[in-house]
């Protein structure tokens, strides 16, 4: 990962009285919530420090060009003028990554502000040739000679990046010249930056207009609707969604196919073989052990997603289920709605049930705005905790309805964001953590939730419904998301011969979601075309299988924990603090497990299993 690509981001007050939900009623009070303070970032976007760090930024760059451009080989040996070199380049990391993450944040907090847009893209560009004079610094490094260097990090200032080096030296077989280099780095703002910003403000733009809303809504709540209660509005949230989506299609398609190209190429020109081969090396993990992981989890969909849905349909009522009923409530679920003080305290008693220092840490997220709660118009669909600089603190983004479903994300994020201040003494250059790892501590977290409401709740309907939630957070979590990681292979795939049409690319949708998801649904018309608004194959090809990765990493790490695995707590620590300074082997090796070994995954997945097992048994004493 280059310098620029770390600097940009993928990306208080009370909820205001009257917004609309999915429900088509106004909000309920949910309490005050938290909105961003990004002060200590900067204090706004014409701050005096956003043009005084620019400015810096890019003499600095200049500086270290000046100082070490076709000198790093021949000081390769001199371990203290080499760690002199690495710590400048981390500093201005440091500096240019709290420039990125605050335009990448305001930018998220309202998507259709156009001054936000023209800020955001502003520092992007400015970043960009800031970084240009940085491109020679990696290349070089990767040039000295392996005894060499080996020899250099034997001087204590230099040790301790020897792992960066290492990954380092993973890339050097895909790097191109520097010219080579400037080139697809300066086009990259006019190439999938541009095309993704594209996406990014034609999604915030989209309207929805839902039988029974008096005014059209924003793709969050629409998306909402199809976990209501009601039938109807469910219908309803899927048809408009399907509506709005088709109209669109064909600029999605284009995007999709652009970009998919835009990644041909460059994987063609670094030698990249499998459409997935640099994910892979992003993330720091074999193709053969996402390779089982796939393989185990498509087997087990008989199992796990086939077998769940076909209880829900006979739940439900229904002979099948339609698209728009995936997420339906049980129909026994309470219809209950959790304030937003309720939410904070559910995750923090569960995170201090497991270590007091893990609460400690998630605290001042809630008592100083680093959380960004309510929904607004513009504001970035999903949510996501970005960990900006190891200088400042991370910044959880989330869109809270005060659903239970609500109060999993905010553990999960939250854990994401324990995940990276635990992480940030290594610096900016060992604590980002690879995708295939960043899911650990958030996945956990949400499970140290769930577990605690769960003990807590003795009627056995709630207990039901809870556990199916579970489940169907589980499915979308592996199931879902393997099934995304499938959809992306056959297009970039079938990308390299061609273009795909818009038909294409929903039959290939409709096929993998069939697999998935299986026999107990009639995916209505209008359903092919939801491929469109999934925003991580835009902006992340192929991340989606690290969720996988990281729940079912996690659920052994859980079966470890319910064993009184010796010293578990202490070792997950040791793991968070570890950043990306070790390789998911090294983490996993004082927990006795190897992701290589099939039964890894296998063991992961009996944890899901296990739940379906749980409610079928309590179908059939009911």
């Known amino acids: 990962m280059t310098l620029v690509q770390r600097a940009l981001i993928n990306s208080c007050g009370d909820f205001p009285a009257a917004v609309e939900t999915a429900s088509g009623s106004a909000m309920p009070n949910l309490g005050a919530m938290p909105e961003w303070d990004l002060s200590d ?4 976007p014409e701050a005096a420090e956003v043009a005084a760090d620019l400015e810096k930024g890019a003499a600095d760059a200049k500086a270290l060009k000046a100082n070490y451009q076709g000198k790093l080989l021949d000081m390769g040996g001199d371990g203290a003028k080499l760690a002199a070199a690495v710590k400048a380049y981390e500093a201005l990391s440091d500096l240019l990554g709290k420039l990125g993450s605050y335009a990448g944040l305001l930018y998220a907090g309202d998507q259709s502000d156009p001054k936000r847009a023209k800020f955001y893209g502003d520092i992007s560009e400015k970043l960009t040739q800031i970084s240009t004079d940085l491109l020679f610094f ?7 000679p392996n005894d060499v260097l080996a020899s250099a990090l034997t001087h204590p200032d230099l040790a301790r990046y020897k792992p960066w080096f290492d990954d380092l030296r993973k890339e050097k077989p895909h790097q191109l010249d520097e010219q080579l280099e400037k080139l697809f780095h300066e086009k990259g703002q006019t190439a999938r930056g541009a095309w993704n910003r ?11 207009d839902v039988s029974g809303f008096d005014e059209p809504l924003t793709l969050e709540p629409t998306l909402n609707l199809m976990s209501d209660p009601s039938a ?3 219908k309803a949230g899927g048809e408009a969604i399907a509506k709005v989506l088709g109209d669109n299609v064909r600029l999605f398609t284009l995007i999709t196919n652009t970009l998919a190209k835009d990644k041909e190429i460059s994987d063609r020109w670094r030698g ?3 459409v997935a081969d640099s994910r892979h090396l992003m993330n720091r993990v074999e193709a053969p052990v996402v390779d089982a992981l796939v393989s185990s989890v498509r087997a087990a969909y008989p199992r796990l997603s086939h077998r769940y849905y076909a209880m829900k349909a006979k739940w439900l009522g229904m002979d099948k289920l339609a698209h728009w009923d995936r997420n339906a409530p049980l129909p026994e679920k309470p219809d209950r709605t959790i304030t937003w003080p309720e939410a904070q305290e559910m995750v923090l008693n569960a995170y201090a049930g497991f270590a007091p220092e893990m609460a400690s840490i998630a605290k001042p997220f809630f008592d100083k705005n680093w959380i960004d709660a309510p929904v607004r118009p513009g504001k970035a669909p999903g949510a996501f905790s970005a960990s900006t600089v190891p200088s400042v603190h991370p910044y959880v983004m989330m869109n809270y309805l005060g659903k239970p479903r609500d109060v999993m994300t905010l553990a999960h994020e939250l854990g994401h964001g324990v995940h990276q201040v635990l992480a940030a003494d290594q610096g900016p250059l060992l604590a980002p953590t690879p995708l295939t790892l960043a899911e650990t501590a958030s996945v956990f977290g949400e499970m140290l939730t769930f577990q605690a409401l769960l003990k807590d709740t003795k009627e056995a309907r709630e207990k039901k419904a809870m556990i199916a939630g579970k489940v169907e957070d589980m499915i979308n979590t592996v199931v879902r998301q393997v099934a995304f990681y499938t959809f992306e292979r056959h297009v970039h795939e079938e990308r390299r011969n061609g273009e795909l049409t818009s038909e294409r690319l929903n039959e290939i949708w409709i096929d993998v979601q069939r697999e998935s998801l299986g026999p107990a649904f009639d995916f209505k018309p209008g359903y092919e075309v939801f491929w469109t608004y999934i925003p991580h194959f835009i902006h992340s090809p192929f991340y989606v299988y690290a969720y996988a990765f990281g729940d079912c990493l996690v659920n052994s790490l859980y079966g470890l924990y319910q064993e009184a695995h010796p010293g ?3 070792k997950y620590f040791e793991m968070l603090k570890a950043g990306g300074s070790k390789h998911h082997s090294e983490l996993l090796a004082p927990f006795g497990l190897d ?5 890894f995954w296998n063991k992961g997945l009996k944890v899901l299993e296990g739940m379906i097992d749980e409610l079928e048994r309590m179908e059939a004493v009911s």
């Open 272 to 274: 990249f073989k499998d």
């Open 232 to 234: 109807e509005k469910r």
């Open 138 to 144: 990696e290349l070089e490094l990767n040039q000295i």
């Open 198 to 208: 594209l996406f990014n403000e034609t999604m915030s733009g989209l309207r929805f």
């Open 568 to 570: 578990f707590v202490e």
């Open 595 to 599: 992701a290589r070994d099939p039964e």
């Open 41 to 44: 970032l900067y204090a706004s």
